[in-house]
Structure formats: C-alpha cells, structure tokens
C-alpha cells in the first residue's frame, strides 16, 4: 500500500542520502562496498525515521494526526515572505488577504442577493423586477473578466484607482493610511465580483422567495391579515433559511480558497496566486496542506449544517427519520 | 385578461431574447465555419507562430483601420514602396559609368495627408553584386523642399537600415531643426517626428506637433565599383493603423486569432457541457438504478472529486504535460465527470424509478440497460437542456481564464492568448485597448447569447419558473 508515491519518496531519500555519504570527505577512504553498505544502513535508518518501516494504514493515521494538528510539513520551493519554508506559515501569512479580499465579497454578495431579492419577489412583475430578470445573464461572464474592463476603466482611462497589488508601494507607516490604501485596492476586485455575481444572485433568491410566497400557509396567513412584515419574516423567510444558510457557508468557505484568476489579474497576494505558483512550481506540500484544510472545513461545515437545518426549521427534527 | 396580455407579452419577451441569443450564436457558427475554411487550422498556425520576420510588412501595435471612420483624425496606414514592383512614384535606376563602375539612383515618393505621425521608418535592401558592395546615401525631402542626408551606408547582400531607431539621426535631425526655429528641442522627439512634422514653434512640445502634409520624398544615391550590379529596396512607413481588428505586439495580425478562436471557444465550450452532462447523467441513472456498492463507489467517487480542486489540478496537468486544447477539453470532462451534477441527477432518477411506467418495463422484462437509456434518461433529457447550454459560457472562460494563466494551448491562436498576450505586454498601462477589448467583446457576446438562449430555455422547459 502507498502505491507509486512511496516509491518515489524512497528513491529520493535513496538519492539524496547516496549523495551525501559521496560527497561527505570523512568517507573517502571507504571502498565501494562499504560505501554501499554505509549508504544502506543510512537509507533503512532514514525510512525509519520517517516511518517508512511501519505499513501503510499506521502511517495514515501519522498523516491523519499532522493534518488535523496542521503540522503541514515543509514547502519544496516555495518559502513565505518572511523567509519560512513552512507550509503553515506560508499559507497563515497569505489567508488575511484573502479573507479580506474575498469573504468580504462574499458577504456582500450575500446580503445584497438576500434583501434585494426579497424586495424584488414582493414586487413581482415591476420594472425593477423586469430589469433584475433582464440582467441576469450578465453573471454568466466570470468576475475576474470584469475585472479586466473595471481595469481599464477606472485605472487605465479615469486613472482613480490602482491596477492591482493589495497596498502602495512602499506602504505607508501610520494604520489609518494603510487601511485607506489596502480599501483603495481592494475597490476593483470588489466592484468586479459584485457586478458578474450580484444579478444571478438577485435573480434566484427572488424567484425561490416567489415559489414559497405561493404557498398554502402564507396564503392563510395573508388570510389572517398578519402585517406583511410578519409574513416575510416568519413565514416566507424562516422556512427558506436551509438552503440559504447552506449556500452561504459553502461559499463563505470556498472563498478562503482565494480565486486563482482574479487574484492573478488584480496582482492580489492571497490564496489563490499561492494555489498558483504551488501548482506551477508542483509544490505538492502546499497544494496538499491547501487542500486537506479545505476538506476539513467542508466536513466540519456540513456536519454543522446538518445541526443548524433541525434549529431552524422545526419541520426538519419534526419529521424524525 | 390585461393579465393575460401581460403574461403574452412576457412569454414574448422570454421568446425574443432567446431569439437574439440564437441569431447571435448562428452567427458565430457562420464565422468558424469560414474560418475554417478561408484559413485552414494549421496555416492559422503557423501564421499565428511565424514570428516577426513573417509580418515585417505590418505595423506594431496598430488599432483596427475602421477607427478612422469614427475620428476626425486620420490616423495614417502604412506605406509600402518597393522597386521590385514599380508604380508611380517608384523609380530606379542603374547606370555603368566608363565600364567599371555602376551608379544608382533609387527614388520613392508618397503622398502624406494623414493627422498623426507614422509608426517606424524601414528600409529593407536586397543587392545581388560580385565583389564590390555598393555604398549608398539616403535622402530626405520633406514637401516644403527641406532637404536632409539620413545616412550613408555600405549594403551587404540582404540589409536593412531602421531609420526611425537611428539615434545618432534623431540628435542630428534634432540640432538641426533646432537650429532653423532658433529653440532648443527639448524633448527627445522621435525620427519619425522629426522627419514628418511642420518646422515652427509647434515642433517644441510633442503635442502641439503638427504633421506636414505633402508628398515627401526619399532617394537613395550610391555607386559601386562593378557594373554586374543590382539594388532592390523597399521603404516601409508604418502606419498606426491595420486590418480590421489591428495588430499586436509582434505586429501579427489580430484578425486571425479573433476569427479562428471562434470555432475552438464554440466548440470547446458546447463539447465539454453537453459531455459532461451527459456523463453525469448516467453515472448518476446507474448509481440511482443500481443502488447497493454500486452506488456506494459511484457516490464515494462523486465526493472526492467534489473536495479536488479542479482548476489546480487542470494547472498541474497543463503545466506538467504542454497539452494542446483538444487533449485540455478532454482532461476538463474528466476531471468533472463525478462532479456535483452526478448528485443531482441521482436524486431525480430515483424518484423517476418508482414510476409505473418504469415498473411495467420492469415486467415485461427489459433489461437495466435498456431501462436507463429508454426510460430513465428520456424522461431527465428535456430538463438538463437549459442547464446545459447555461454551462457553456464557463467552459468558453476556462480556456480563457487558462490562457491568461498562461496554460492555454501552445500553439492554437485563441480569444484568451490575445487577452493574455495584451495583458503580458501592458496593452492597459499603454493604453492599447482596442487589444483587450476585441477578444473580450467577442467573449461576452457568446457568453451572453448562450445565456439568453439557456435562460428562455429555462423558462419554457421548467414551467414552474414561469408561473412564480
């Protein structure tokens, strides 16, 4: 078990231990055989020291306990700005930005998906409702390609804001003009992911408010009188919350993974040039340490999720099985 | 009934819209089509690979020539003039003197009435002599009768003098006129500048300078010492416009890779989304028939491809491997095979397996084949064909987002290596936009006609849409 990856890390230990004891003056007057011999205890030495002597599933387990303990190894190429070669230091100094970057705009995105939605779905059938409809195929062109036209016009044309880069060079020393300047790059990417994905988001949350707005107990309700705020609020948007509170914790995780094109086209310093350069320079450690968090978090999410449906819609625990 | 009206009216516009996105897509296949024909792929190729020498003729960076149409300025075009193909205003001519020696005298003459200064200035030379190379002067006239010596200079066989980077020109040309309006030229004006612009106070700021118009004049005096002696040249002023989409930086024409990336964004695009649908479609109709471990693997499968990366791994492939796109779209439905679609489907199989009609196939006896491409799939087809044609703008943008990252195919001209190429070379900082603009434009038009097309669709095959 391990399969072709065991054998190529033996054959790297092999090469670089064989390399070593050759170039070591100490063993020049070795023959060859106890050169071999030497090279072979060092080798059986080193495999188990990185517990290559144990089989496979003993070791997994090893792998399970580095990965959920985030001892995520070291980088082969790539070394963070700070100079570590550690692949939780060089991810943890990139993941701010990124999370400045892009949870913002996630959560931006949510909420203006969520109340203007629900406006438009009261509203059905108005002007604005009809421009929400109309504008809609606009997201199926990707953020960072808005990007490239809000680049051009507002820092190629108008010359307002910057091209990209996440603060001036050089940064300035007082917070409070670092804070305007970091918000001052990061205007762009924003504006460009809030006009590729605001509208289909409008669009969806409006309709799926409408397809429930139809059902039989908001007509009771409204049978009732209730004051409309009520009905919204209780009736209309308790009841849809799953899958909305689903929707946005996946993306509110997807979007620390960074967005590789969108970063690289506003030259932003996150996680997703990081995925980038990882995947060019095939720095397996960081692609591997950047993925296993990723699976974590999914699963810790939707194990969460399975909890907070019960909590939020009573049918959910009421119907048992 | 005006709610009537009004909802015709609506299913109108639904209509239209899809009818806008399919006019909009019909066109696009009209233009693959003669690409494909006018140029086949691999002269597409190999034009798009030949490098500088092959586009010599063309300016660098030039906008399309229909923006002359749009501006009072007139931005010029390029001249070519070549005594190997005489014309008027093309004059050569070679004269033995005593038997032992050869005289030249090469003239070109052009008509200049455009509003901006040319691009570059080249002289290309081809001479076929024994022993005795010729030496040449080259002289300028400008149309007031000014008259300057640009160089001298001995030819060898195949030579070429790039006069508008001829610095020690541009510093001589600059005294000079410095000298006749009694100012110094501050600016480091350009050759070209120089060579073509009015001689008064306006040559002292680059923006006042006025171009002036006329036919000017350019002769080549030499002499060589044989009479078994021949001289071509060819005077190039590069103009600042080309073609109808322009060119780039290595003055290919970008025509070429607009109208060829066509075909490949539609194909690419329509073949990976319709396959993968289809893919998933039955994996999912299997996992759903089947159930049991054939489910458990199928479902187990779906999930970890579900948590890999997609566009890291289609990174490592393409930088690991140099595949060119055919290969890249296969990869691309592969990796996307077991993606959250097959989810999807197998819930909607699994609720379309408990109907009658499926059990009464069951009883006469058809096999789990036939039932899952007779009867489950029919029945989920119509559904999944918004979705489908929705999908294709994200493949067309993945070929190009992959360009960008510099991963497209290496050879292939396509919508998204110009957007990189223009993007590598600053075409925001220089302000080149017509080079980002053409390949995005393109982009978003196909983009946007799929999704008005997959929208409509929506709404005519799912009616609950409609009615909400």
Avoid: C
């Avoid at chain 1, 699963?299 to 399975?306: I, Q, S």
Wanted: charged share 15%; hydrophobic share 50%.
């Amino acid at each position: 078990m391990g399969g072709y990856v065991d054998e190529i890390v033996k054959g790297e230990v092999y090469l670089s231990i064989s390399q070593r004891v050759r170039q070591n003056p100490a063993y020049r007057h070795l023959n060859e055989t106890q050169v071999r011999e030497l090279i072979d205890a060092l080798y059986a030495n080193e495999l188990k020291r990185i517990g290559f002597d144990k089989p496979f599933i003993y070791r997994s387990f090893a792998y399970l306990k580095d990965a959920i303990t985030l001892s995520l190894g070291r980088a082969l190429w790539i070394s963070s700005a700070s100079g570590s070669k550690s692949v939780y230091i060089i991810i943890t100094e990139r993941l701010p930005n990124t999370v400045l970057l892009f949870t913002t705009t996630q959560l931006l995105l949510f909420f203006i998906g969520l109340f203007v939605g629900l406006f438009l779905s009261r509203r059905y059938g108005s002007v604005a409702d009809r421009l929400a409809v109309m504008l809609a195929p606009l997201s199926s062109l990707p953020g960072w390609f808005y990007g490239i036209f809000l680049i051009l016009i507002f820092a190629s044309y108008l010359r307002l804001l910057p091209y990209g880069g996440m603060v001036d060079v050089p940064p300035p020393t007082d917070s409070l003009s670092y804070a305007l300047s970091v918000l001052k790059h990061m205007t762009l990417p924003v504006l460009s992911w809030l006009v590729a994905y605001s509208f289909i988001n409008i669009y969806v949350r409006r309709t799926f408010f409408l397809m429930f707005s139809s059902e039989d107990y908001v007509e009771l309700a409204k049978a009732k009188g209730l004051p409309e705020s009520v009905i919204q609020r209780r009736y209309v948007l308790r009841p849809t919350l799953p899958p909305i509170i689903t929707d946005f914790s996946l993306s509110l995780i997807a979007s620390w993974m960074g967005a590789i094109i969108t970063e690289r086209v506003f030259n932003w310093p996150g996680i997703g040039s990081l995925l980038y350069s990882a995947s060019v320079m095939f720095d397996t450690p960081v692609l591997v340490g950047l993925v296993v968090i990723y699976a974590y978090l999914l699963a810790v999410t939707v194990f969460t999720l399975e909890i907070v449906y019960a909590i939020l819609d009573p049918r959910i625990r009421m119907g048992g099985a | 009934m005006a709610s009537r009206a009004k909802r015709f009216f609506e299913q109108l516009l639904f209509y239209r819209s899809a009818a806008i996105g399919l006019a909009i897509i019909l066109v696009l296949v009209g233009i693959s089509v003669y690409a494909i024909f006018a140029i086949p792929y691999d002269e597409a190729v190999r034009l798009w690979r030949a490098g500088e020498q092959h586009w010599l003729n063309n300016p660098r960076n030039a906008l399309p020539s229909w923006v002359n149409i749009f501006s009072s300025k007139k931005l010029p075009e390029t001249i070519i003039l070549d005594t190997s193909e005489p014309r008027p205003g093309v004059s050569k001519a070679i004269v033995p003197v005593l038997g032992r020696f050869s005289q030249i005298r090469i003239e070109f003459s052009f008509d200049y009435q455009y509003d901006d200064f040319p691009s570059e200035l080249n002289l290309f030379f081809k001479s076929r002599f024994n022993a005795s190379a010729p030496q040449l002067t080259v002289h300028w006239a400008k149309p007031n009768g000014e008259e300057y010596v640009l160089n001298t200079m001995i030819i060898s066989r195949e030579d070429k003098y790039y006069i508008s980077n001829d610095d020690r020109l541009a510093r001589e040309l600059r005294g000079l006129i410095s000298a006749k309006v009694n100012r110094t030229i501050e600016y480091d004006a350009p050759v070209t500048l120089l060579l073509f612009a009015e001689e008064d106070a306006s040559i002292l700021n680059p923006s006042t300078a006025k171009v002036m118009k006329g036919t000017y004049r350019l002769w080549i005096e030499g002499m060589a010492f044989e009479t078994n002696v021949d001289v071509d040249a060819r005077l190039i002023v590069y103009g600042k416009v080309y073609g109808w989409a322009g060119t780039d930086h290595l003055r290919r024409d970008i025509g070429i890779a607009l109208l060829w990336g066509t075909p490949i964004a539609l194909s690419f695009g329509v073949v990976a989304s319709v396959s993968i649908a289809l893919i998933q479609m039955f994996i999912g109709a299997i996992s759903a028939w089947f159930l049991g471990r054939v489910d458990t693997v199928l479902q187990r499968l779906t999930e970890v491809f579900m948590v890999l990366p997609f566009l890291p791994v289609v990174i490592m492939i393409s930088t690991f491997y140099k595949i060119n796109i055919w290969i890249l779209l296969l990869v691309v439905i592969g990796l996307t095979a077991f993606g959250s679609g097959v989810k999807n489907y197998r819930a909607m199989f699994l609720q379309i397996k408990e109907f009658p009609y499926v059990e009464a196939a069951r009883a006469y006896g058809a096999g789990s084949f036939r039932i899952i491409v007779r009867y489950l799939i029919p029945k989920v087809l119509p559904t999944i064909i918004p979705s489908m044609v929705l999908s294709v703008p994200d493949f067309v943008f993945l070929e190009a987002a992959l360009a960008i990252l510099g991963l497209g195919d290496p050879l292939a001209p396509t919508w998204g290596k110009i957007i990189d190429d223009a993007f590598t070379y600053g075409a925001l900082y220089k302000g080149l936009y017509y080079w980002v603009l053409e390949p995005s434009v393109l982009l978003a038009i196909t983009s946007l006609s799929f999704a008005m097309l997959g929208f409509a669709l929506d709404k005519i095959f799912n009616p609950r849409l409609k009615e909400a």
